[in-house]
């Protein structure tokens, strides 16, 4: 089993650069594909907002613009895509390598990019920070709860590496399905942990039960049970991934209370805007 179509999102360079070398590391078979996406804002849409008490001279110079920098980023992300491609020998049609796709629409991003990743194995995105922070984090939340697909999350400089997956386990059907759809990353890792905070639920598989499941499949994975603490729950998790030197960290996204606040609220911010070791999310 193995990720045959990835959609990488592009806004920003500088948070789009490690999601597409991630992608690739991802992709080093031939017969994938990866799929660069940029979407460019409508200009007109705007209209009803921007036209009280201004000429139509005046609101179609707005529009122009507008355009004129849509298409410039787009030119640029595009420009960005095909160069890390071309470096990892991935190439627009078949060849030695995985394939490379140009996608650009106009429309509303964060529909777009839903939309687009439904047919798509895994979206790989860059960690929400600098001057697009809010269009990252819009992103990923689409793509996390309209996609129906996994989401990797890439902090920016990090180079890519998958020999060892910690796994965020609490018994929940979230983390069950985060299991399911990361078996290509667990099933090709050279370690794999089970890390659980706190007691498993009342009645929910426990991390040995975990364990024996990914041993059907021919993987073994080290158990760890973190007693619960007064602490953050999610600065736990990262502390416990990099004790067992995780590459990524794979978490469901949510079952309870705790598990919300760690995609949405203020675990979020140190759960993925902090993390420093890609995140594999799954709702």
Known sequence: MTFREILVPLVDAEYGSAAIDAALALLSQPGG????????????????YIGEGMTADVIQELCNAAERDGLRKAAAAREQFEAACEKHGATAGPGAGPEARWLE??????????????????????RPGGDHANDLRAILEGLLFRSGRPVLI??????PAFGTINIAW?????????VALAMPLLGAAKDVHITAVGKVSEGCPDTQALGAYLGRHGIEASQHRIEDSEGDFGQTLL???????????????????????MILGGVTRLMIVESDIPVFAVH
């Open 239 to 261: 502390k416990a991934s990099r004790d067992c030197g995780a590459d990524v960290l794979v978490i469901g996204a949510y079952s309870h209370s705790r598990w919300r606040e």
């Open 170 to 178: 609490n018994g929940s059907a979230e983390a069950s399905r985060a």
């Open 33 to 48: 594909r990866i799929t660069g996406a940029y979407a460019r804002t409508d200009p007109r849409a705007a209209i009803p």
């Open 105 to 126: 629409r106009i429309g509303d991003a964060v529909q777009v990019m839903a939309a687009e990743a439904r047919v798509a194995d895994l979206s790989v995105i860059g």
């Open 154 to 159: 890439v902090p920016p400089g990090c180079r």
